[in-house]
């Protein structure tokens, strides 16, 4: 028996009680990512073709690492959490649901770590 009122209930973010907050941070990596969208194609598209050392050379300059660093990070948070709202709403097989949510964000994470360890290697002259 629950004796509870409808108002302590309701006080919650939701059924998972966490659905705001999962709301507003994708909107606010969305919002990131279109300011470091621009600012990382900007910054690395003339690198394309050009030889390994050009490159660690680029990536040596403090401001392009920390850009890139930036744009991978927010990228594969906005990315982990896409993938978790799709796999929510679609997938309703509680053990499906579980592993490919560990899944997708073992993936973010390991390309993430990856790209970052990536350029912080060459920032830091590795």
């Given at each position: 028996m629950d004796?509870?009122?409808?108002?302590?209930?309701?006080?919650g973010l939701g059924a998972s009680g966490e659905g705001s907050q999962h709301w507003w941070s994708q909107r606010v990596s969305s919002i990131a990512l279109v300011i470091l969208t621009p600012l990382f194609l900007w910054i690395?598209?003339?690198?394309?073709g050009a030889d390994h050392a050009d490159v660690r050379q680029a990536f040596g300059h403090?401001?392009?690492a920390i850009a890139g660093i930036l744009f991978i990070?927010?990228?594969?948070h906005h990315l982990r959490q896409g993938l978790?709202?799709?796999?929510?709403?679609?997938?309703?097989?509680r053990p499906v649901l579980?592993?490919?949510?560990?899944?997708?964000t073992l993936?973010?994470?390991a390309f993430g770590v990856t790209g970052v360890?990536?350029?912080?290697?060459?920032?830091f002259g590795r």
């Open positions: 004796y509870r009122t409808d108002r302590q209930r309701a006080l690395y598209v003339p690198l394309l403090p401001f392009r990070m927010v990228l594969f978790q709202v799709v796999i929510e709403d679609y997938v309703h097989n579980t592993a490919l949510t560990i899944g997708s993936f973010c994470w360890f990536a350029i912080a290697s060459m920032a």
